[in-house]
């Protein structure tokens, strides 16, 4: 659609179809129409434009997505929230959604069946890593990320990689930071892993397409 910069992500084996988009490349008002009263209350509620701008451009995509991969009017497109906030299409469980924002970009993932979750981070130093690491990361975490740190990659890039995946199998399973990040360890060499988390098995892996660091997670079994 004119006005609309979106990029589809390569899909991974056991992963879902993904979207990225560069909210500063797009026209807000092309989806703004396309929010519901609750949502265009939220985006108003924003002081700042440039959230304002990320909110209405992620929310309106979705809405662009259920209508044009599902054919869902708008009536069929009531949106509910666990008790975790974590929302969903209240007459077609079936189809689950899961977006992150970080900076200028929005990610979006759609799955017809298992519950996904998906994070993305923009990359920034994290000052305070060694702290959030003893608060949040596993011991094989911890020494994961250190061990790469000494063989001369990033510290800050490394913390991330593995905060985006213990954020997308946190919100996969619909708790989101209720969940304490030390309950679930993902390491992993290669692209993605299995992880156990709060009695269900999540398949997650990581996405790199340019700088934002991306993950995703879908739950395999209940
Ligand atoms: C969900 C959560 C992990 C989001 O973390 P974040 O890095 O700040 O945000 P992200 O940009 O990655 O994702 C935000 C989106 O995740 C979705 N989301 C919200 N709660 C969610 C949850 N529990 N699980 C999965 N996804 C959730 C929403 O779509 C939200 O965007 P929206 O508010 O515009 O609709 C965190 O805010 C959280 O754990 N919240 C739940 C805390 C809780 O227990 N609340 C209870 C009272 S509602």
Redesign the pocket.
Known sequence: MRGLKVRRLPRPADGFPMWLVDVEQCDAEVVEGLLSSEELAAANRFRFHALRHR?IL??GLLRLLFRDRYGLSAEDQDIG???????HLIRFPQIQY?????ANYVMIGVNEGDPI?V??EVFRVIEDAAELMDLHFTEAERSAILQSASQGTCRSREFLKIWVRK?AC??AS?????IPLKNLECVFEGQMTSVQLDGGSYRTGALRLGDPIMAWSRRTSL
């Open positions: 909110y992620a929310h929230k666990n008790r975790f906030g974590k929302p899961n977006m992150s924002y970080s979750g994070d993305i954020e946190v919100k619909g708790r989101g930071l209720d």
